[in-house]
């Protein structure tokens, strides 16, 4: 009954609207509390969701970045193969010119860190390509050098620049169908000798392979005449060639195999 009682007097007070101070006193002291707590409440479930999300998100990061890695290996893949193409080009354009047998086989040079005098260069073709000592190495219609050693992936090559090659050439501009040997000075000089003093030689001819030594294909360009040396007492002349291009900046070249 006193149970009854209470609730009667409960239900009495708030039908004349008793409570509504002690409710407003109420309602004003835990206001803030519950807005704190709801505030906290949200902050906590947004804590919560950034970090389960974390792993989504370095998952994302990891793919994207993956993504990245392939897309720059296929712009490197391409470059190579426009430069690739780019050599191709030049090679179709003289080949109807050239009287070689053979087939060309297009390498990547790599240098050689164990020659610091710069006449030889490593390139990544070897005996696996059918690549022979005695090959020739060109690019396009010039003459680079000749292979001296192969391995199965790689292949030595002695540049046309080395003192220790030697070339039958011939003076395709000279009137008189001069002849004489090439001999590599370092560099990107050559020296001429052999010349006959009834030969007719200008400054600016230019010299290609004779084929005669039967070492070096005939008809590649050697370089161009930029010096002419007499002396009195040496019966025949000399006289030095610039090549057509620098070989320290080579980055592909052709292996003739025969």
Not at 8 to 37: K, M, T
Not at 51 to 60: A, V
Not at 131 to 150: M, Q, S, Y
Not at 168 to 195: C, F, H, M
């Amino acid at each position: 009954m006193k149970w009854v009682f209470i609730a009667l007097v409960i239900f009495v007070l708030g039908l004349f609207d008793l409570f509504s101070p002690v409710r407003n006193a109420a309602h004003y002291f835990f206001a803030p509390i519950q807005f704190g707590l709801d505030r906290s409440a949200l902050d906590i479930k947004a804590s919560f969701t950034f970090y389960s999300r974390l792993k989504s998100i370095r998952n994302d990061n990891l793919e994207l970045t993956k993504e990245n890695e392939n897309l720059k290996s296929e712009i490197t893949g391409l470059k190579i193969l426009q430069e690739e193409n780019k050599i191709l080009r030049e090679l179709s354009k003289v080949r109807p010119l050239l009287s070689t047998e053979g087939e060309f086989v297009i390498a990547g040079v790599m240098g050689n860190k164990d020659d610091n005098k710069g006449t030889t260069v490593l390139l990544n073709k070897g005996s696996r390509q059918d690549i022979k000592i005695g090959d020739n190495v060109v690019r396009a219609n010039f003459l680079v050098g000749i292979v001296r050693n192969v391995s199965y992936s790689q292949s030595l090559v002695e540049l046309i620049t080395s003192p220790g090659i030697s070339i039958s050439v011939k003076d395709v501009d000279s009137e008189s169908g001069s002849e004489g040997v090439a001999t590599g000075q370092y560099g990107t000089s050559i020296q001429l000798t052999r010349i006959l003093p009834s030969d007719i030689i200008k400054i600016g001819d230019t010299v290609i392979t004779s084929g005669k030594d039967g070492i070096f294909l005939p008809g590649y360009a050697v370089g161009k005449i930029e010096k002419i040396s007499d002396t009195a007492s040496d019966p025949l002349r000399s006289a030095y060639l610039k090549t057509f291009f620098d070989f320290a900046n080579l980055d592909k070249v052709f292996i003739v195999v025969r």
